[in-house]
T-cell receptor
Framework: DTGVSQDPRHKITKRGQNVTFRCDPISEHNRLYWYRQTLGQGPEFLTYFQNEAQLEKSRLLSDRFSAERPKGSFSTLEIQRTEQGDSAMYLC????????????FGSGTRLTVV | AQSVSQHNHHVILSEAASLELGCNYSYGGTVNLFWYVQYPGQHLQLLLKYFSGDPLVKGIKGFEAEFIKSKFSFNLRKPSVQWSDTAEYFCAVRSGGYQKVTFGTGTKLQVIP
């Protein structure tokens, strides 16, 4: 499968715990994006990487959220001290250097904070 | 800040009916426009996109969309829907030289056989 892979698919955690999600983009894509989607809403932008550089970051991304893409390949999104409001589907997408392409999305990680 | 409005939250059509889903965006400068589709149990997929040139854009599975700059609109159309078009459809816009894409809240389409 040469699509965008996300791991895990589902995560249930207790409030206050830290969680980390992983995204493996399409190998030749240098651009990677994280989005969050809650029920009844469209995806909301969180952050954007070009290679290893984090170039755009939403104000939605509070201090408890951090994302990395250390070698310009896979990326991780960490949420510290999770809150119930963090429950959502976290989506990763990638795109190529040619900006006329749209995103290729992964299947997402569904986070439930109890 | 850019925003996207999708007028219909839930649309129910019979097979062979024509489809038009509305989408309006707020940004006044140069925009890139997209429609994504999410079939039940699947991830978001690109349906079609507009960057420049012909404002009538054709996508996969017989879908098309028309960019009308004066109306800030990018409506999605299909002349004859099929049961397999049952899905949620998202309009999205990128503008201002940023990579961030803003999505609408989506329209759930249910096609009845």
């Amino acid at each position: 499968d040469t699509g965008v892979s996300q791991d895990p698919r589902h995560k249930i955690t207790k409030r206050g715990q830290n969680v980390t999600f992983r995204c493996d983009p399409i190998s030749e894509h240098n651009r990677l994006y994280w989005y969050r989607q809650t029920l009844g809403q469209g995806p909301e932008f969180l952050t954007y990487f070009q290679n290893e550089a984090q170039l755009e970051k939403s104000r939605l991304l509070s201090d408890r959220f951090s994302a990395e893409r250390p070698k310009g390949s896979f990326s991780t999104l960490e949420i510290q001290r999770t809150e119930q409001g963090d429950s959502a589907m976290y989506l990763c997408a990638s795109s190529s250097r040619d900006k006329t392409y749209g995103y290729t999305f992964g299947s997402g990680t569904r986070l439930t904070v109890v | 800040a850019q925003s996207v409005s999708q007028h219909n939250h839930h649309v129910i059509l019979s097979e062979a009916a024509s489809l038009e889903l509305g989408c309006n965006y707020s940004y006044g400068g140069t925009v890139n426009l997209f429609w994504y589709v999410q079939y039940p149990g699947q991830h978001l997929q690109l349906l079609l996109k507009y960057f420049s040139g012909d404002p009538l854009v054709k996508g996969i599975k017989g879908f098309e969309a028309e960019f009308i700059k004066s109306k800030f609109s990018f409506n999605l159309r299909k002349p004859s829907v099929q049961w397999s078009d049952t899905a949620e459809y998202f309009c999205a816009v990128r503008s201002g030289g940023y990579q961030k894409v803003t999505f609408g809240t989506g329209t759930k389409l249910q096609v009845i056989p």
